[in-house]
């Protein structure tokens, strides 16, 4: 079965740290740029980072540029994400989510046929 | 590129034609795809490049535009339909969303 499982997600203090992890399975994850797309209960979606296959080239939405990295392992199926200086308005679902258009980063093929459930960070003291 | 959905919600009846439209600040030629997401569930590929339909997701489905303006029919509500769309584009980063368009059966 293809599918995206995350984990990691909790109730961390304001300027504390979080590490998400996606593990994929039923199909080849080194052939596909990845994702990471948040979305605050009851509001719309928002991407936030993605990675190439071969993590040669990533990307952030500006308001989380500087405090979180993304990154994969190939060999273990999994995709990462290193959330540093938290803020309140970090507070979202997390999901993990497959590129359909291949490995590389270009925006063209940054398109989602499949997501994990996802997976709830809260930010809160 | 900011992304304009309208309507924000609409309520139909099962059988009806319905029509979503997504407006974007510039153009972006077919780099559009569009989202259903039910509650609790993660979002579902509708369709990509403006009117292809995703596998396995139903011909009632349809997309087109190009350009700015695109849109999403459904040609014949069904129950299973009740949920929240979204469109994407793909022009550049960031990749943004519409902000969602509410669907409720009456």
């Known amino acids: 079965e293809v599918q995206l499982v995350e984990s990691g997600g909790g109730l961390v203090q304001p300027g504390k740290s979080l590490r998400l992890s996606c593990t994929a399975s039923?199909?080849?994850?080194?052939?596909?740029?990845m994702h990471w797309v948040r979305q605050v209960p009851g509001k719309g979606l928002e991407w936030v980072s993605g990675?190439?296959?071969?993590?040669?080239?990533?990307g952030y939405v500006d308001s989380v540029e500087g405090r979180f990295t993304i990154s994969r392992d190939n060999a273990k199926k999994s995709l990462y994400l290193q959330m540093n200086s938290l803020r309140v308005e970090d507070t979202a679902l997390y999901y993990c989510a497959k590129s359909k258009g291949g490995g590389d980063f270009w925006s063209g093929y940054s398109y989602f046929d499949i997501w994990g459930q996802g997976t709830l960070v809260t930010v809160s003291s | 590129i900011p992304l304009t959905q309208s309507p924000s919600s609409l309520s139909a009846s099962v059988g009806d034609r319905v029509t979503i439209t997504c407006r974007a600040s510039?153009?972006?030629?077919?780099?559009l795809v569009w989202y259903q997401q039910k509650p609790g569930k993660a979002p579902k590929l509708l369709i990509y490049?403006?009117?292809t339909l995703q596998s396995g997701v139903p011909s009632r489905f349809s997309g087109s535009g190009s350009g700015t303006d695109f849109t999403l029919t459904i040609s014949s509500l069904q129950p299973e339909d009740s949920a929240t769309y979204y469109c994407?584009?793909?022009?550049?980063?960031?990749?943004?969303f519409g902000q969602g368009t509410r669907l409720e059966i009456k």
């Open positions: 990675i190439s296959w071969n993590s040669n080239t990533r």
């Open positions: 994407q584009e793909l022009n550049s980063y960031p990749l943004t």
């Open positions: 039923g199909f080849s994850f080194d052939d596909y740029a």
């Open positions: 510039q153009a972006i030629s077919d780099f």
């Open positions: 490049a403006a009117s």
